[in-house]
């Protein structure tokens, strides 16, 4: 892998899961103003994912929670955030690490985010210049997408880079 590759997948990955931190201590900090609420999709078997076993067995893969109205205990950190929902009546605190969700919604808004790629800690990504960081080469390769030699020779060109605009999500003020 060289070492001159930059991995902006990862980092707008990393960017995104920003986006719902800020959002969820904001929630936590002011409440959820309006309509506002939120949808956040994770991976019930990531690691530092922590939900009672039943849920767990209810959904072994994926889980959407809702954070809305009836929710307490909602603490933020930079790598997580855990909140207490009610399940068949029964209060249960989650704590979900940022690096488990796959999507986060807040529907009032039109607005959403899908995750694709596991974020990557800051100092590993910086520090594939080391030729002896070998683990983190191989752990990054799954990044980087492969293809066979014939499958090389019938592809197409690659595409450019695409400009997203984010005016769709913009509150629009008079």
Request: charged share 25%; proline share 6%; net charge negative.
């Amino acid at each position: 892998m060289s070492s001159e590759q930059l991995f902006y997948d990862v980092w707008i990955e990393e960017a995104l899961r920003t986006v719902i931190e800020r959002a969820l201590t904001f929630a936590k900090k002011n409440g959820l103003p309006g309509d506002h609420h939120f949808y956040i999709t994770f991976k019930t078997g990531d690691i530092g994912v922590e939900v009672p076993a039943y849920i767990r067995t209810e959904h072994p893969d994926e889980m959407t929670i809702v954070i809305q109205h009836q929710f307490d205990n909602l603490t933020v950190t930079n790598k997580s955030f855990s909140v207490t929902l009610r399940f068949k009546g029964k209060p249960e605190q989650l704590v979900i690490p940022f690096s488990a969700i796959t999507s986060f919604a807040d529907p009032s808004v039109n607005f959403g985010l899908q995750l694709k790629t596991m974020a990557l800690d800051e100092d590993e990504v910086f520090s594939t210049h080391d030729p002896e960081n070998q683990d983190l080469e191989r752990s990054l390769a799954q990044y980087v997408p492969t293809t066979s030699s014939e499958e090389a020779e019938n592809e197409a060109p690659p595409k450019s880079g695409e400009v997203i605009t984010l005016d769709a999500f913009r509150n629009k003020r008079p």
